[in-house]
């Protein structure tokens, strides 16, 4: 693997990091907003796919 697709996997993991942190706050705030029983159901599941492809990128390094 070359410089470059590893660069672009670590700005991807990035990407991902931070959108589990910004799932993370919307579980706790915006989840009360709406129906918190499919509010935490949507997020939870999000949440799982994302450990899953972080998991995956972390494996191709």
Same mark, same amino acid.
């Given at each position: @693997? !070359?410089? $470059?697709?590893n660069n #672009?996997? *670590?700005?991807? $993991?990035? %990407? #991902? %990091?931070?959108g589990l942190v910004a $799932?993370?706050?919307t579980l706790f705030y915006a %989840? !009360?907003? #709406?129906d918190p029983?499919?509010?935490?159901?949507f997020v939870g599941v999000s949440l799982i796919i994302? %450990?899953?492809i972080l998991w995956v990128l *972390? *494996? @191709?390094q």
């Open positions: @693997m !070359d410089e $470059q697709e #672009f996997l *670590k700005n991807l $993991q990035l %990407v #991902f %990091v931070i $799932q993370l706050i %989840v !009360d907003a #709406f029983l499919y509010g935490t159901i994302s %450990v899953i *972390k *494996k @191709m």
